[in-house]
């Protein structure tokens, strides 16, 4: 039979029967309906009667997402499962996600839960970060306790177990590490005020670190911990630590504005006025810290040094000083003092510092000075070896004592002797000077050696291989030769050795003096200067042989009067001249 005929053998459209038909599918719809609401299923919610309009009580499913507006931010909750009432909302295996104009968070908590309004994530649990725009990732957290974790209240976060976060991104890299009571409100800010706090540098940073960690009672810090504020802080840096009341972050720097004192490994302790450091690079770590109005003192087995300036630098290469430096240490009784614009301490290799300045050694800069009692040297650069305590100066040098002042070229030695080389230039304070080429000072005794080295003192002009002066006696213990004024012209002396003290000049071995038309050669001669520092008297002894217009002979004992033109020897004498000498 062919469909269509079928079709035409059907009743109209009109006919009873199509109603009741009608009806009977409408019934079965609706039985079904009902049958399959009243089973249990999870996978969607059930609605109980008399519950309330969106969660019914005793209401139970799996796989969805609940979306919840936080003040001014939007969080979205992806759940496995889900039960409870509107009053007391249980998650299970939680995803969420909250949207902030300052970034992009996301979480993964084992449960959530929802009472009165306020939610409850349980630990332990991972939390993330990312820029709104580039969804870059900045930051990452964690929550390792078991149990409560986080309380939101209307956008306000309540950490109830230690949170530990690690800032990926930018200046701020690091972890810093929230103790349970740590609060995030509403505008992003991260506050804790009952601590401690703990920030660490990351370790993977081309350099080590200056600025290794801080500590602190109380925080508050804007996402990102580019801005905050700490209280009752204490640093960890290279090769020691500080402490201070409270310190400022800021995108370009860590800020210690108030007084705060400091320790290092070597034995420094002191204060300093302020600090800050500047925060370095992305991707590097922090390599400076620098304290202005620094003081510091260290004990040593013979005393305290001391030092103080206008500010440091400290690094992990050591310290850098600058602005009116002074370094005072103990020398056997004594003060050794430092003055310069700048000092560079090294202790370990470093690139903040010359790599010319070895470990262990200080370099003063800028025309810097060096005082012991009443003695100095300055320089333009000073290099001291500290372990030994001796010192390298560059030339020129200049340098001061009891005795009268010098200048000369580089110089090195310790507080007890110092060699400056030449030329050198040395004015007493008596009057006189000495020039040689290279000078030895040593506690009181002075030596000068050239080619020659020459002793002048008014009108006395004397040279010799090598001077030494002590107080007011200036040796000539390897040759003389020079001049000394006479009434009569200058007197010309030769010797193999000398000495010139107060009135006196004493010459031994090979004696040659030769005035105006004489000449005398002898064992021995002392020569007297008279007041104005003009010859008066001669004293020859032992082989003497004069010649001349003051009589020719030889004898053992003379003296001559070179202004009443006489001569008188002595004892057994062969020659001939005239006077009562003869």
Not at 15 to 32: D, I, K
Request: proline share 7%; glycine share 14%; net charge positive.
């Amino acid at each position: 039979m062919k469909v269509s005929a079928l079709f035409r053998e059907l009743p109209p459209a009109r006919h009873p029967l199509w109603q009741g038909l009608g009806w009977v599918l409408v019934a079965g719809t609706l039985g079904f309906t009902a049958t399959f609401l009243s089973l249990s299923s999870d996978g969607m919610p059930g609605r109980a009667a008399g519950g309330d309009p969106l969660f019914g009580e005793g209401t139970r499913g799996s796989v969805g997402t609940l979306t919840e507006q936080l003040g001014p931010n939007r969080m979205v909750l992806s759940y496995k499962t889900i039960d409870g009432s509107e009053q007391d909302l249980r998650l299970e295996q939680v995803t969420g996600r909250l949207d902030e104009p300052a970034g992009r968070w996301r979480l993964l908590s084992p449960s959530a839960r929802r009472q009165a309004g306020i939610w409850t994530l349980q630990g332990p649990m991972d939390l993330g970060v990312a820029d709104p725009v580039s969804s870059v990732p900045l930051g990452k957290g964690r929550i390792d306790a078991s149990g409560p974790a986080i309380r939101w209240t209307g956008g306000d976060w309540e950490g109830l177990a230690p949170l530990r976060w690690e800032s990926l991104e930018g200046s701020s890299r690091g972890t810093w590490n929230l103790p349970a009571g740590w609060r995030r409100e509403v505008d992003g800010r991260l506050r804790v005020e009952r601590g401690p706090v703990r920030w660490q540098a990351p370790a993977d940073g081309p350099a080590p670190p200056t600025l290794r960690g801080m500590d602190a009672e109380r925080l508050w810090a804007t996402p990102g911990f580019l801005t905050g504020h700490l209280e009752g802080v204490k640093a960890q840096v290279s090769e020691g630590s500080l402490q201070a009341s409270v310190a400022d972050l800021s995108p370009d720097t860590v800020t210690w504005p108030s007084p705060l004192s400091f320790e290092r490994t070597d034995g420094w302790r002191g204060e300093a006025r302020s600090g800050v450091a500047p925060r370095p690079l992305p991707g590097a770590t922090f390599q400076q810290v620098d304290l202005k109005r620094f003081k510091a003192r260290r004990a040593l087995p013979t005393g305290e040094e001391q030092l103080s300036t206008d500010g440091a630098r400290w690094t992990p290469a050591g310290l850098r000083l600058e602005g009116n430096v002074i370094w005072d240490q103990p020398a056997e009784g004594q003060r050794l003092m430092l003055r310069a614009p700048r000092v560079l301490l090294r202790e370990a290799p470093g690139k903040d510092l010359p790599e010319s300045l070895p470990v262990g050694f200080a370099e003063a800069e800028g025309q810097a000075l060096l005082t012991w009692g009443r003695r100095s040297l300055s320089s333009p650069r000073i290099l001291v070896e500290r372990a030994t305590r001796r010192w390298k100066l560059q030339g020129p040098v200049l340098g001061r004592s009891e005795d009268g002042t010098f200048s000369g070229g580089a110089a090195q030695g310790d507080p007890h002797v110092w060699t400056i080389e030449g030329p050198v230039q040395v004015n007493l304070f008596t009057g006189g000077s000495l020039r040689g080429a290279k000078l030895v000072w040593e506690e009181a005794l002075w030596t000068l050696t050239g080619r020659p080295a020459a002793w002048n003192r008014l009108r006395e002009r004397l040279s010799g291989p090598r001077i030494l002066r002590k107080g007011d006696l200036v040796t000539f213990p390897e040759g003389l030769n020079g001049t000394l004024a006479a009434a009569d012209g200058d007197l010309f002396l030769r010797a193999e050795r000398g000495q010139s003290e107060a009135q006196k000049i004493i010459l031994s071995g090979g004696v040659e003096c030769q005035g105006q038309g004489w000449r005398l050669a002898a064992d021995a001669v002392v020569v007297t200067l008279a007041p104005d520092r003009t010859v008066q008297l001669v004293q020859a002894r032992g082989a003497i042989t004069l010649r001349g217009r003051l009589g020719e002979g030889q004898g053992e004992a003379l003296e001559l009067e070179p202004g009443l033109q006489a001569a008188r020897w002595q004892g057994h004498v062969r020659g001939k001249g005239s006077g009562s000498g003869w």
